[in-house]
């Protein structure tokens, strides 16, 4: 099988390019990334002789499909940071939806087999923290933040491809990631880093917000299931159930590197920041037989322990974040 991986060169892209590699030997894999502050081609470096990477943006990509004539599209590429998204909503909205739609269309006159979109839980809006409630499938969207307003403008789009042009699509919505090789701007990786410098960890005054955790892996196991067994035309959640709130995420980061609980730093909330957020995840376990594998507590310390190992490759991509936080007060 031929496959095209758009943002390749990002967190859950290169994840999921170093498992298909490992886990599909005889695969043609093509990576494009348009190789923005947020994506860098050393996340490729182990299988660097095993892919074509190619240097393009999703909106221009149609060149690039009539060459490779991939069997199979993977849309991981997206303006994936929410606090970046107040200071510049335009870029979100150009590549998570012009993109999107035109990256669909190329794969339309390309005739591909499946165009698999990455999408996120955030697209339903948020939960109150007491809601004794999770979204399906079905929930309606309702978006509160331009990164979110924007993933489902391209899950609409996607959609729509397949209704009016019978693409063959599926789409999975993905609770939060957490894993190595995550941009340092995100919230696990910020702050272990640095909490590593010995520099306060900036928890929103929201600290009880949370999140479902899921690592990077487990997504990716969930995607090539849906590749593998998924229905064209059909909508997954992913997810593990697993909530944890921004200040048990500092405290876990903190316990990890034997550090004291006074390097929390309570900074003000990111306008729009939603409480909580929920997928229910039974439809992908029962149709497909997938299940996340790993725990969730030991997911984090090695993956903290992953950034302390690696300084050589965060400490360069920090300098490029275009954002530090609270800058849009
Ligand atoms: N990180 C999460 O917790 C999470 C959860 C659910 C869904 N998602 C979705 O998963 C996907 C990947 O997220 P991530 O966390 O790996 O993000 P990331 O920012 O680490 O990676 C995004 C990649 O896309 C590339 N890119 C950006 N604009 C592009 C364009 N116009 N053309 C081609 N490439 C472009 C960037 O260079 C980068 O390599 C996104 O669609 C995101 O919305 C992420």
């Known amino acids: 099988m031929r496959l095209l991986v758009t943002g390749a060169a990002g967190f859950i892209g290169s994840h999921f390019v170093r ?66 998204a ?6 979100f909205f150009r590549t998570n939806v012009l993109g999107t739609q035109g990256l669909l269309e190329a794969a339309r006159r390309a005739e591909v087999q499946r165009f698999h979109h990455i999408s996120t839980c955030e697209v339903y809006g948020d939960l109150a923290l007491d809601a004794d409630q999770a979204f399906t499938e079905d929930s309606p969207y309702r978006p509160r933040t331009p990164y979110n307003a924007s993933k489902a403008g391209a899950d609409h789009a996607v959609r729509a491809y397949h209704e009016t042009f019978g693409l063959p699509v ?15 701007e995100k919230v696990l990786p910020l702050f272990t880093t640095h909490a590593l410098d010995g520099k306060p960890l900036p928890v929103y005054t ?18 090539e299931a849906v590749l593998d067994r998924g229905a064209v035309g059909e909508t997954y959640h992913v997810g593990t159930g697993i909530e944890a709130s921004v200040e048990d995420i500092a405290n876990l980061v903190l316990d990890e590197l034997g550090l004291p609980a006074s390097l929390k730093h309570e900074v003000p909330d990111r306008p729009g920041h939603d409480r909580r957020y929920l997928l229910d995840s039974s439809k992908i376990r029962r149709e497909l037989g997938w299940e996340p594998l790993v725990d969730f507590e030991s997911g984090i310390r090695d993956t903290i322990r992953w950034y302390a190992a690696n300084r050589v490759w965060w400490e360069p991509l920090r300098d490029r974040s275009p954002i530090a936080e609270g800058a849009w007060k």
């Open 170 to 184: 599926t789409i999975t919505n993905c609770a939060n990631n957490y894993g190595s090789h995550q941009f340092p």
């Open 19 to 84: 498992h298909w590699v490992a886990a599909h030997p005889d695969d043609t894999v093509v990576a494009l990334d348009a190789l923005t502050y947020a994506g860098t081609e050393t996340n490729l470096a182990d299988v660097r002789d095993r892919i074509t990477f190619v240097h393009a943006d999703i909106a221009d990509a149609e060149p690039v499909l009539r060459e490779h004539r991939p069997d199979v599209v993977v849309n991981f590429a997206a303006e994936s940071h929410n606090s970046l």
């Open 206 to 223: 929201s600290k009880h917000n949370r999140r479902e955790w899921i690592h990077a892996l487990d997504h990716v196991r969930a995607i």
């Open 86 to 91: 107040i200071l510049d909503p335009a870029r």
